[in-house]
């Protein structure tokens, strides 16, 4: 039983170098090879215009703000308790 795993491996390794495998370059259009490569950009100053990671952003207009969260922990289970018991008795 100890070298059946080996033996599974070896195969599928034997089986996977015998894979005719198709020529990916023939699969890109003329045009798509004729396209230029597009003009990559610095990334530090994309970065230096994000809020710092401690900021919340104001929320932009035509959002809601996300509900308020409950602090306790009793609240939050009641809440949750409440929403699975009107889940349970939703018509389907």
């Known amino acids: 039983m100890r070298g059946t795993p080996p033996i599974f ?3 599928a390794l034997i089986l996977s170098a015998c894979a005719d495998l ?3 370059s023939a699969t890109i259009s003329p045009t798509a090879q ?3 490569y597009p003009e990559l950009i610095p990334l530090a100053p994309l970065l230096a ?3 710092p990671p401690g900021d919340t952003p104001d929320l932009p207009q035509g959002r809601a703000a ?3 969260q409950p602090t306790d922990l009793d609240t939050r289970t009641e809440n949750l308790q409440s929403q699975a018991d009107a889940l349970r008795n939703a018509a389907l």
């Open 9 to 11: 491996l070896s195969l």
């Open 22 to 24: 198709p020529d990916v």
């Open 34 to 36: 004729a396209t230029a």
């Open 49 to 51: 215009t994000l809020p």
């Open 66 to 68: 996300p509900p308020a």
